[in-house]
């Protein structure tokens, strides 16, 4: 409105001192249509900046909506971080653990079997000597039968 003021002053001033040969009413339509115009161009400047406030507003708010996003994905990636880092050390113990109880228990075997060995050594042993004693005995049983049996024969025989 202000600039309609200004505009209208200049024209005025033009029209007074440039009278020659124009009429009154041709400068005044010239006046109309340059306001006409001016106001029309401002109109179209004041919606072009609403639509540009607006344009803003929306690109503000879409930002600000993927800010509070990227927020809570960098939270989240911090969270599973976080978690696969504990689950990473958990699984490490948890081998740990294995590996220790693996090396107990082989060591367990390994005296379990030692001492079957001792035993089977023990068991070969006894063994040995019940098949000396067992020899020594069925010997002894032959001897005795061999003896029983000449008796016999000299009974029989006489």
């Known amino acids: ?33 340059m306001l006409k115009e001016f106001d029309d161009r401002l109109r179209e400047k004041d919606n072009e900046i609403a639509s540009l406030k607006a344009q803003i507003k929306e690109i503000s708010e879409k930002y600000e909506e993927y800010a509070r996003n990227a927020d809570k994905i960098t939270e989240d990636r911090a969270k599973i971080a976080e978690v696969l880092i504990k689950a990473q050390e958990q699984a490490e113990m948890m081998l740990e653990e294995a590996r ?20 089977l050594v023990d068991i070969k042993e006894e063994l040995r000597f019940l098949k000396g004693e067992v020899i020594n005995t069925l010997k002894k049983y032959e001897a005795q039968l061999t003896d029983i049996m000449n008796e016999v024969q000299e009974y029989d025989a006489g």
């Open 1 to 33: 409105m202000e600039y309609n003021i200004i505009l209208f002053s200049l024209c005025f001033h033009v029209y007074r001192s440039s009278l020659f040969g124009f009429k009154k009413s041709d400068v005044n339509f010239y006046i109309e249509k």
């Open 100 to 119: 220790k109880q693996a090396i107990d228990e082989k060591r367990k075997l390994d005296e379990l079997i030692e001492k079957e060995k001792e035993k």
